[in-house]
């Protein structure tokens, strides 16, 4: 079964960092980009970052653009993106999702992880 | 970034009904936009790609449309489960932006 976890979420004070990890399974992992999307509560979808297949170009929203990192290691089946400089804006629910054959096509997501970021 | 619009923000309707949903994009996309469905605390789902591909395992009721700025999801008959919101998604360059969404409620 193809397979998404996401983890790492949590309640972190403006100005913290957090690391959120998703963890793939049922696919080969290295052969698909992947992305973070995001839902602040109550709103619509905001895509956050992408990533290539090699991990070697990184792609990101405006919004969180100099403060977030996307990273991958394939030999883990492991996408992760690491959060600094957070924001009360940066409160969402957290999507891994995965790219398909057409490459902006989200055809695989977990269900998510819960970021709160408040003092 | 390219902005993305939906219309209508919501739309009631009934079991059975032809629903059609409108994303418009701030510049020229080709194809590249997917339709994706999100009932109330669920991950999103993806229905269509590239337009008008439908993803495996969608109910050929969905079908998409469009073109260049324009671009239509159409359910030919509304099915008690498809009462969600749907979002439209541009590919053709980075950032990828979702429109708002469209909250299809039952009439």
Redesign the interface.
Known sequence: EVQLVESGGGLVQPGGSLRLSCAASGFTFNNYGM?W?RQAPGK????VS?ISVSGAIT????SVKGRFTISRVNSKNTLYLQMNSLRVEDTAVY?C?KG?V??????V????TTVTVSS | ?IQMTQSPSSLSASVGDRVTITCRASQGIRN?L?W?Q?RPGK????LI??TS?L?SGVPSRFSGSGSGTDFTLTISSLQPEDFATY?C????N????????TEVEIK
């Open positions: 992305n999307v619509g979808l905001e895509w992408g792609y990101y929203a405006d999507y999702a398909g057409v490459r902006g096509a989200l055809d997501w977990g269900k998510g | 970034a590249d997917g994706y999100q991950a999103p789902k993806l790609y590239a591909s993803q979002f998604l541009q590919n053709y980075y950032p990828f932006t979702f429109g708002p969404g």
